[in-house]
């Protein structure tokens, strides 16, 4: 049985040569994020957001959530991938960074999809629930502060429907997760998450090793 192969820069920049479908406006915004303070650690890698257009689009989701904006790279891939109609609410803590990516969703011509919502992300996710009811997300993104992942994870559990698909970022954690002596509040918490996701019978899973992990759970119906 074949190991994992290990990404050397070289086979890296290969991947993206033969897969990366970039343009123009990702490549802009992913550039304008880079500058930022912690802008390249908190960005998605473009592969992970080319990955979750095509999980919309697999879904066929209509509606999405996604947990964490930052500067709305990722919500502009979704958002891209949704049918007409469409929507995906985001949320951020502060209206700062969603405001750089804004203009970009305006460029794009996807405004009218995105549903941004500012404030603490547990209220927002309390308010959905009671203003819209459970189950009404075919695909929810976790991409926030780690100690909130287990919290976050058990409300995107009860927004997403039956058969829907919950996608949780960061999941390998910068390799920390594996190394005993790394017991910082964060790290325990992606810890805490990713065993509760192999014990939790209501969804099945899959963590990929790609960028820095992502698990995928689907909602069992």
């Given at each position: 049985?074949?190991?994992?192969t290990?990404?050397?820069?070289?086979?890296?920049?290969?991947?993206?040569?033969?897969?990366?479908r970039?343009?123009?406006?990702?490549?802009?915004?992913?550039?304008?994020?880079?500058?930022?303070?912690?802008?390249?650690?908190?960005?998605?890698?473009?592969?992970?957001?080319?990955?979750?257009?095509?999980?919309?689009?697999?879904?066929?989701?209509v509606?999405?959530?996604?947990?964490?904006?930052?500067?709305?790279?990722?919500?502009?891939?979704?958002?891209?991938?949704?049918?007409p109609?469409?929507?995906?609410?985001?949320?951020?803590?502060?209206?700062?960074?969603?405001?750089?990516?804004?203009?970009?969703?305006?460029?794009?011509?996807?405004?009218?999809?995105?549903?941004?919502?500012?404030?603490?992300?547990?209220?927002?996710?309390?308010?959905?629930?009671?203003?819209?009811?459970?189950?009404?997300?075919?695909?929810?993104?976790?991409?926030?502060?780690?100690?909130?992942?287990?919290?976050?994870?058990?409300e995107?559990?009860?927004?997403?429907?039956?058969?829907?698909?919950?996608?949780?970022?960061?999941?390998?954690?910068?390799?920390?997760?594996?190394?005993?002596?790394?017991?910082d509040?964060?790290?325990?918490?992606?810890?805490?998450?990713?065993?509760?996701?192999?014990?939790?019978?209501?969804?099945?899973?899959?963590?990929?090793?790609?960028?820095?992990?992502?698990?995928?759970?689907?909602?069992?119906?």
């Amino acid at each position: 049985m074949a190991d994992q192969t290990v990404l050397s820069p070289a086979l890296l920049d290969y991947a993206r040569r033969v897969s990366l479908r970039d343009d123009d406006l990702l490549r802009e915004l992913r550039e304008l994020t880079a500058g930022l303070p912690g802008g390249r650690v908190m960005q998605v890698m473009p592969e992970e957001a080319q990955l979750l257009a095509l999980l919309v689009r697999l879904t066929g989701a209509v509606q999405v959530l996604e947990i964490g904006t930052f500067t709305g790279y990722s919500t502009l891939c979704m958002a891209r991938a949704l049918p007409p109609g469409g929507r995906i609410v985001t949320c951020d803590i502060t209206e700062r960074w969603p405001g750089v990516g804004a203009p970009f969703w305006r460029r794009a011509g996807v405004t009218d999809r995105i549903d941004l919502r500012v404030g603490d992300a547990a209220r927002t996710l309390a308010e959905l629930r009671k203003d819209e009811g459970d189950q009404i997300f075919d695909l929810v993104f976790v991409d926030a502060d780690k100690t909130g992942y287990p919290h976050y994870y058990e409300e995107a559990l009860a927004l997403v429907r039956p058969g829907g698909l919950v996608a949780v970022d960061n999941t390998l954690f910068l390799g920390r997760v594996a190394d005993p002596e790394a017991d910082d509040p964060d790290t325990v918490a992606v810890r805490e998450l990713n065993q509760c996701l192999f014990d939790d019978e209501r969804v099945d899973i899959a963590l990929l090793t790609m960028a820095d992990g992502i698990t995928l759970a689907r909602r069992r119906e």
